[in-house]
């Protein structure tokens, strides 16, 4: 792998252990799928309330802060109380609780429902027929006029530092719901973009070594392939999210004002970096793949030409022996005393000639 890419690596960790996990569920006192529960009122962080009545009632108190809470991969019944609490639609609550979804954004009266696929790049010392590059999750977000919520599947896709960075900019948190729903946007595509770079170093790694003099037939075959099933992977999580962006950009939409609209402009153009950059790499990998067959082809032409070559020059003495040893009385030269030593002589030599003539012609 080059130095760029393990460079690009460790910064990308570093980064991330710097920052403290907000969203991990053993910090919650609320219960084991609320991850947190805060009230912000012109974009700063006021409380967070012991319970998600509480959270609404001072939000609402004067009209200019909203709740958002975070949850983790919450059950039917626990997440069924939270949205009567907030009105949210029967359908969107399903899609939240059970997961497995399309990117997609919904409208459902003065509330939002959108889906994101969250990606995650598996850290591997070597690229194997077996590994594991690409994992991914989901985040649900409801957005409506006092509320933000969201709803987290997976392991990774931690909103916690999302939450550092939003509370560190209070005039962007000023905007309201909406602008969370544009930095949880954000945020996914940003992560597109890391794993994208970090496959590509992959990919890197895998056509240097099919170019290599020393590289194996077969763990190279089986590499190309399971590096193009995890980009399968990561393509069914970045291309689906194209329409739903385009919509929030474009489309006039009750929560979005027309201001945060430029702001899904600009993810879009992250989003559609990040889609180019995998058809790319999926025509790489085919064109990678053609090469490696190609090669394969050609060894195995070489092996089969050596082989007959061989074959040709056994065939001689096996001719002239066999022909010696068919038990006649009148043969030529049968009886002659350098009869023997004369067709090995002439065996030896023929062999030679042909040996000396398939190497010219680099048969051997």
């Known amino acids: 792998m080059s130095m760029v890419g393990n460079l690009r690596k ?3 960790l570093a980064g991330r252990g710097r920052r403290v996990d907000l969203s991990h569920p053993s910090r919650s006192p609320l219960g084991s799928a609320v991850v947190n529960c805060v009230v912000y009122q012109e974009g700063l962080r006021r409380q967070a309330a012991p319970t998600v009545e509480e959270a609404l009632t001072l939000a609402r108190k004067d009209g200019s802060g909203f709740v958002w809470l975070g949850l983790h991969e919450p059950g039917e019944t626990e997440f069924a109380r939270i949205a009567d609490l907030l009105g949210l639609h029967p359908l969107a609550v399903e899609d939240a609780v059970h997961a497995h979804q399309r990117p997609k954004v919904e409208s459902y009266g003065d509330v939002l429902f959108a889906v994101f696929k969250t990606v995650a790049y598996v850290d591997h010392e070597r690229l194997t027929a077996t590994s594991e590059v690409v994992t991914t999750g989901e985040i649900m977000v409801f957005v409506g006029p006092d509320f933000v919520v969201t709803v987290r599947h997976g392991r990774h896709g931690s909103l916690g530092p999302l939450r550092e960075d939003l509370e560190a900019d ?3 948190l000023a905007k309201g719901p909406t602008a969370v729903l544009h930095a949880i946007a954000d945020h996914v595509v940003d992560g597109y973009l890391t794993v994208t770079d970090a496959v ?3 990919i890197e790694q895998v056509e240097t070594e099919v170019f290599s003099p020393h590289s194996s037939r077969n763990s190279d075959a089986g590499r190309i392939y ?4 995890e980009l399968l992977e990561l393509k069914r999580a970045v291309v689906p999210l194209g329409r739903p962006l385009a919509e929030l950009s474009t489309q006039p939409m009750r929560p979005v004002p027309s201001e945060i609209q430029a702001y899904f402009r600009d993810v879009a153009d992250h989003l559609a970096r990040a889609t180019e950059q995998i058809t790319a790499f999926d025509a790489l990998l085919d064109s990678i793949l053609q ?4 090669q394969v082809t050609v060894a195995q032409n070489e092996d089969m030409r050596k082989i007959t070559a061989w074959a040709a020059i056994i065939a001689v003495p096996t001719m002239v022996t066999g022909v010696y040893g068919m038990n006649f009385d009148n043969m030529p030269e049968l009886r002659w005393t350098f009869g023997y030593p004369l ?5 030896a030599t023929a062999c ?3 040996h000396r003539g ?5 048969w051997l």
């Open 10 to 12: 460790v910064t990308h």
């Open 358 to 362: 398939f190497k010219r012609n680099g």
């Open 291 to 294: 090469a490696h067959v190609a």
């Open 352 to 354: 030679f000639t042909i």
């Open 226 to 229: 399971q590096l193009k099933r």
């Open 170 to 172: 209070p005039e962007q």
């Open 343 to 347: 067709v090995l002589t002439v065996i």
């Open 200 to 202: 590509q170093d992959d």
